[in-house]
């Protein structure tokens, strides 16, 4: 197969995971025999520095003549720390979600064996969830109409959704959960705002089209507590964008680092694939971020376009660097000489030699990650 992907690494530790990201499709397309292209635009607050824009026309016109989106990261503390600041680096994703009809993020939420102990709850509570969310992506209150009087005393914001919008990635939701273990849980606030209730209203119509998917109902608070209580309760998630949001982010203690965590953004015609993480500036240079949530990102890719086969191993490569402790001190604090190219390194050379399980443990934590 011959894939356009355009690669945007964005600000902080996002060219360092994407980096690694990009190894992992390197050895795939070699392996594979595609023919993998990538092309690399500036987006977010580097943008800014150089195109005084967050997402640059050549940026966008590049995303819309490619088929994937491989996405890093975006943010920065000059503008995290400036309210004040009228072009700032979300903007840039923002509009890219929106111009590119990207309405759908799906978020997987897997509690890896390997990595019970990691995880601050407890392994009884978290073993065997198996989650994935749909999050409505380009409505709601971020896209909504947003006002401060002249005083600056009084904000709104503006949450606002049709009946289209939401019918869209319900079906998506459904049709997941017919391949999953058919529920469906939706996440709203119906007993206060008007817009829950529309997406209860119109969800509750689509079940019927699905016979054999069983549909729950939670309130978002409710919801958070769960995911918490007993997140092996739960399938699909289907929510609007701000619950879907906060409820993703939530979910990342369930694995044990929010570096796990890939998604896909994907509409009618574009996708989108990348890390739920921030930019993480803090960690930029030092060789500590995961990059597994990037290269399951990839992984997501690969399903999308339907190689399977090829998403399987890099999964299955993930699995072997969790389980022999080839990762980055945010989950692997005994091993801190790990760092984020070692891990994309061993991923990577394990994609060339899948069936050679003779790891020389020592040579990969002293800076070899050759397979023997």
Not at 175 to 181: H, I, L, P, T, V
Not at 351 to 359: L, Q, R, S, V
């Amino acid at each position: 197969m011959k894939l356009n992907i355009a690669v945007l690494p964005g600000d902080g530790i996002g060219p360092e995971v994407t980096n690694q990201a990009v190894k992992a499709l390197k050895a795939i397309a070699s392996e594979f025999n595609h023919d993998f292209k990538f092309t690399t635009a500036d987006v977010g607050a580097i943008a800014i520095d150089k195109h005084n824009d967050p997402l640059p026309e050549e940026t966008l016109d590049l995303c819309k003549s490619t088929d994937a989106i491989l996405f890093g990261a975006i943010g920065h503390p000059k503008y995290d720390n400036d309210p004040s600041a009228k072009v700032r680096p979300e903007q840039g994703l923002l509009k890219l979600r929106k111009e590119l009809g990207l309405y759908a993020n799906i978020r997987p939420v897997k509690a890896y064996q390997t990595l019970l102990d990691k995880s601050p709850l407890k392994k009884h509570i978290i073993e065997g969830t198996d989650i994935s969310i749909y999050r409505e992506l380009t409505g709601g209150i971020y896209f909504g109409e947003k006002q401060l009087s002249e005083d600056g005393n009084v904000a709104s914001d503006l949450c606002a959704y049709s009946k289209a919008e939401i019918e869209r990635i319900a079906h998506l939701a459904f049709q997941a959960a017919q391949n999953r273990s058919h529920k469906v849980t939706l996440v709203d606030k119906a007993n206060v705002l008007e817009t829950s209730r529309l997406w209860r209203k119109v969800v509750t119509e689509i079940a019927k089209q699905y016979k054999d998917v069983k549909l729950d109902f939670l309130f978002v608070d409710n919801a958070a507590m769960q995911m918490i209580l007993n997140p092996k309760q739960f399938d699909v998630i289907l929510t609007e964008n701000m619950f879907g949001d906060i409820i993703s982010d939530e979910a990342s203690v369930i694995g044990g680092s929010i570096g796990l965590l890939a998604s896909a953004s994907v509409g009618d015609k574009y996708a989108m694939f990348e890390p739920i993480h921030g930019s993480y500036p803090q960690a930029k240079g030092k060789g500590i971020a995961n990059p597994i949530a990037s290269i399951l990102s990839a992984a997501m890719l690969l399903e999308h376009f339907g190689l399977y086969n090829e998403a399987e191993l890099v999964n299955l490569a993930v699995e072997k660097s969790l389980k022999l402790n080839i990762s980055t001190p945010d989950i692997n604090a005994k091993y801190d000489n790990v760092t984020t190219g070692k891990v994309g390194e061993f991923i990577e050379d394990f994609i060339y030699n899948p069936k050679d399980t003779n790891m020389n443990f020592t040579n990969i934590h002293l800076g070899q990650s050759t397979i023997i």
